[in-house]
């Protein structure tokens, strides 16, 4: 989840920071020729974007960025036997990761944890700045005393339409007049001794801020710059917005009035800031500022000229907020889908050339059946056990729920198991899912779907799932269905199969992506290995050409399934001569699957070759 976050809000701020850049750009322009307004509503519309952790996806983003992968192929098939870990479920002499390679994080976990952190010291840090300083501001306050101040304080909301009336306080530790306050906010002077105009005129810039809530727009700006912290644009930004809404403040207050008007209003100002220390303080507003933005703000209080509201120009900013979270939508991180998150590896199973199941990538989880064929899986080779509702048959006498008729996929983030006896008609084909490691389980029914031999199960990412399933028609031939999922395995769709190119008993199957699937069938009329592969989401299907050396050619070749890491795959061959297995071969692919060539680096062979 944290992952997911992370790159949603990295591809956002990437994406906005064009517009960023270019606003910066065009800021004198638009100061120019606009109100202060235009800036003001403009600098909003983009930190409610930065806080909103969504994106629009499309299924092949015309955009990658590619980070580096935690764990590359080569490091998580270790060239090692594996060890058995399941009763009576042969394991395939595979290359298979060693040690606990799936708890090592990734770089893009770590920098998600980096962000994290960062995040949460910044916004600490500014929170707890704000909670001491608002602790010591009320610890040396007291109410407002002078008769006439209220009086005045009455006559300005009663003005400006605002009831009731806020609360005044005069504290010392407060550098100069400022709101404080998220529910109620509170009116601090750092002393009562301002002239009727100087007060009246604090008042109406306070009560200003206080009627569009600026505070809060603050506080979004903090959130903002936390959740961003590794932009500099961003923190430009939020210093830019800052400015204008002090900027729109004034203007509100001077508007429609005369020269001699707003030169009493920057000379109210200049006296604030020369009776006090001027400094930031976190989430309030200021009567005074700093040098450099006073320049700004004075040289738009002076300025007499009209300018436009700049609707139009809104208008145009908002099309290019909204360009730019297309722009987002056909980003892509490598390595981390932006709809989807990445899957811990899972044990994958597939069939000998004897019908045998067996385990061709063992992540160290796995299922065990009792005698009465209660099915229960394990996590951490062995650390976490968990129970299924699963009972499969153990007499042979019910078709379909036989432990060689179940498919399983196991991993840590999803454990999948796909049975049943599925006629088409009414008997439906059930998946059982699980997404904690086996503290609870949602069966899903697939109506309509066929198969009640040999099933195939596994998921590209928590969302993304697909399901092959076979049963025999007639001696030596099999239909083969193959059904996918975008939902996490509630709903399941039917894709085409390649029944009218090859109709055989499936060894093996997987998918790499959406899009890219295998079916890998025993041999037959040949020594194979035969694949058919799909790169459309089945909608058509052909035949993989497999080039091996001349050694193999003797050797009777099973496919058996597919594994997957990220884009980087293996094709586990298992070769048999005379009914007795003599190794395991495997094709790599570094592309999805979409090229393979045989790789002898990966080899397992016995020594009776």
């Given at each position: 989840m944290i992952t997911g976050l992370f790159t949603d809000f990295l591809v956002i701020s990437v994406t906005l920071s064009l517009v960023i850049i270019g606003l910066i750009t065009l800021t004198p322009l638009l100061r120019k020729h606009y109100s202060a307004k235009l800036s003001y509503w403009i600098w909003l519309i983009l930190t409610l974007r930065l806080l909103l952790p969504f994106n629009f996806s499309f299924t092949n983003p015309p955009v990658a960025i590619h980070l580096p992968e935690g764990q590359a192929i080569a490091t998580v098939f270790q060239s090692s036997v594996s060890q058995n870990l399941q009763a009576d479920t042969p394991v395939i002499s595979q290359p298979v990761q060693t040690g606990d390679v799936s708890h090592i994080p990734s770089i893009i976990n770590i920098f998600a944890y980096i962000w994290v952190t960062g995040a949460v010291l910044f916004l600490g840090y500014h929170l707890l700045s704000y909670f001491f300083f608002r602790k010591q501001v009320l610890r040396w306050s007291s109410p407002l005393q002078r008769?006439?101040?209220?009086?005045?304080?009455?006559?300005?909301?009663?003005?400006?339409?605002?009831?009731?009336?806020?609360?005044?306080?005069?504290?010392?530790?407060?550098?100069?007049?400022?709101?404080?306050?998220?529910?109620?906010?509170?009116?601090?002077?750092?002393?009562?001794?301002?002239?009727?105009?100087?007060?009246?005129?604090?008042?109406?810039?306070?009560?200003?801020?206080?009627?569009?809530?600026?505070?809060?727009?603050?506080?979004?700006?903090?959130?903002?710059q936390a959740l961003h912290w590794f932009n500099?644009?961003?923190?430009?930004?939020?210093?830019?917005?800052?400015?204008?809404?002090?900027?729109?403040?004034?203007?509100?207050?001077?508007?429609k009035q005369n020269a001699a008007y707003r030169k009493k209003y920057c000379e109210a100002i200049l006296s604030v800031m020369q009776s006090n220390a001027t400094r930031h303080v976190a989430l309030s507003t200021n009567f005074a500022g700093g040098k450099h933005s006073m320049k700004q703000r004075f040289g738009s209080i002076l300025n007499m000229k009209e300018k436009r509201n700049g609707v139009g120009a809104f208008l145009a900013v908002l099309m290019v907020v909204s360009v730019t979270a297309v722009l987002a939508a056909c980003t892509n991180l490598t390595g981390q889908s932006t709809d989807t998150a990445a899957l811990k590896p899972g044990t994958i199973y597939s069939y000998s050339s004897s019908g045998e199941q067996v385990v061709v990538h063992d992540a160290g989880n796995a299922y065990s059946m009792d005698e009465d064929g209660n099915v229960s899986v394990s996590y951490r080779k062995g650390e976490i056990q968990a129970q299924t509702p699963l009972k499969l048959d153990t007499t042979g006498t019910e078709m379909g729920m036989g432990r060689a008729d179940t498919g399983f996929y196991i991993s840590e983030d999803k454990t999948a198991i796909v049975y049943g006896f599925a006629d088409g008609k009414e008997s439906p084909l059930h998946v059982l899912i699980s997404d904690d490691m086996g503290k609870s389980w949602n069966n899903y029914n697939i109506a309509g779907a066929k198969g009640y031999d040999a099933k195939f199960i596994g998921f590209t990412d928590k969302q993304n799932g697909w399901i092959v399933s076979g049963g025999s028609a007639g001696v030596g031939r099999s239909l083969n269905y193959v059904y996918q999922t975008s939902d996490g395995g509630k709903t399941w769709t039917e894709l085409g199969n390649p029944n009218d190119l090859y109709a055989e008993s499936l060894a093996g199957a997987g998918f790499s992506n959406k899009d890219i699937g295998f079916l890998g069938f025993r041999y037959y009329e040949d020594n194979g290995p035969v694949i058919y592969w799909t790169k459309d989401k089945g909608q058509s299907w052909e035949k993989l050409v497999v080039s091996l050396p001349e050694t193999f050619n003797e050797y009777q070749k099973t496919p058996l399934s597919p594994i997957f890491i990220g884009k980087e795959g293996l094709y586990p061959i298992l070769l048999s001569k005379e009914g007795n297995t003599v190794g395991t071969i495997y094709l790599s692919s570094k592309d999805n699957g979409l090229k393979w060539t045989y790789d002898p680096a990966y080899d397992q062979m016995s020594d009776s070759k």
């Open positions: 008769e006439d101040m209220f009086a005045k304080l009455k006559q300005v909301a009663k003005e400006m339409h605002v009831t009731p009336a806020i609360p005044v306080l005069i504290s010392s530790k407060v550098p100069n007049p400022l709101l404080m306050g998220f529910y109620k906010p509170t009116l601090f002077l750092p002393h009562d001794q301002y002239s009727d105009e100087e007060l009246e005129f604090i008042l109406k810039h306070e009560l200003v801020h206080y009627k569009r809530h600026d505070i809060i727009y603050k506080l979004l700006l903090l959130i903002v500099p644009l961003v923190w430009f930004m939020a210093r830019e917005a800052v400015r204008e809404i002090e900027i729109y403040c004034d203007d509100t207050v001077v508007r």
